[in-house]
């Protein structure tokens, strides 16, 4: 008799996908938010170093240095709106002229990332929380 309910006990199933459940689950549930956070965190990385470039660009028609200074910022100001994880106070702006070439002109932004939503989430191991783009573009043409 023993015996019998040896084997009934290991042939039974009932409980296997619950086990598994349980298992699997919290892997699976870490791996869906990291990539959640590290989609947003891109984001945001894209939208700095797009900003960086877009304010160089626009730095160009400067004829001085704080000519070309007051471009960038003001461009950076104005079009911080559009960008959904860019807080504009949570970043800072440096447009100078490069000194190894003083025919090209930078523009370096820092942005603190800790307002953003991935910190809370529970995942894998995650990047710095300030984010650096730069751009540097030749003044006067080619």
Known sequence: MRRKSLFSFIRK???????EFAIIAPVFFMS???MIAYGIYLGAAHSVQQLSADA???AVAGL??????????????????????INA?????????????PGQFTVTLSYNAE??????LYA???P?????????IRLGGI
Request: proline content about 5%.
């Open 32 to 34: 869906v938010f990291s």
């Open 89 to 101: 106070q949570k970043l800072s702006v440096l447009t100078t002229d490069d000194p190894a070439n």
């Open 115 to 120: 307002d953003l939503p991935i910190w809370s």
């Open 128 to 136: 710095d929380k300030e984010i650096k783009g730069f751009s540097t």
């Open 64 to 85: 001085s240095l704080t000519e070309r200074q007051y471009l960038a910022r003001n461009y950076i100001q104005q079009s911080t709106l559009r960008h959904p994880f």
């Open 56 to 58: 160089a660009r626009a």
């Open 124 to 126: 894998f191991a995650m």
């Open 13 to 19: 199933t009932d409980g296997a996908a619950a086990l």
